[in-house]
């Protein structure tokens, strides 16, 4: 009777996340395909707004203008880039300290000749 308190917790539709593994490449390739999209509709706004400006001032049809041309690089980039590999702490093994050390005598070592 004490297990069945601790089954109503979580009821979750999704299974419980309990190792520190990489989305999967399906999950990456559909964010990097959603960020190409943002951008890439940025740069159409943007083209569409430079040539709406370009009557009013040339300055910021300009800047339009250059924002419409150096995003498909960026996007491009950005999507080919996959998210960065965790710096993982690996608990390593490390053995104790002696419990004695040999301290060492003065800098000039001892010579016995026989």
Do not use: C
């Not at 430079?50 to 498909?72: C, D, E, K, N, R």
């Not at 608990?91 to 050390?101: E, L, M, Q, S, V």
């Amino acid at each position: 009777m004490a297990s069945s308190q601790f089954t109503s917790r979580h009821d979750h539709s999704e299974p419980l996340l309990i190792t520190e593994a990489e989305p999967s490449q399906a999950d990456q390739h559909a964010a990097r395909k959603r960020r190409y999209s943002i951008t890439m509709a940025i740069r159409g706004t943007s083209l569409v707004v430079a040539a709406l400006t370009a009557q009013y001032s040339l300055w910021l049809m300009a800047v339009f203008a250059v924002l419409g041309t150096i995003l498909p690089w960026i996007a491009v980039v950005m999507a080919n880039d996959r998210p960065p590999k965790r710096k993982l702490d690996v608990n390593r093994y490390t053995p104790p300290a002696p419990d004695r050390i040999l301290e060492s005598g003065s800098s000039r070592a001892r010579v016995i000749d026989m």
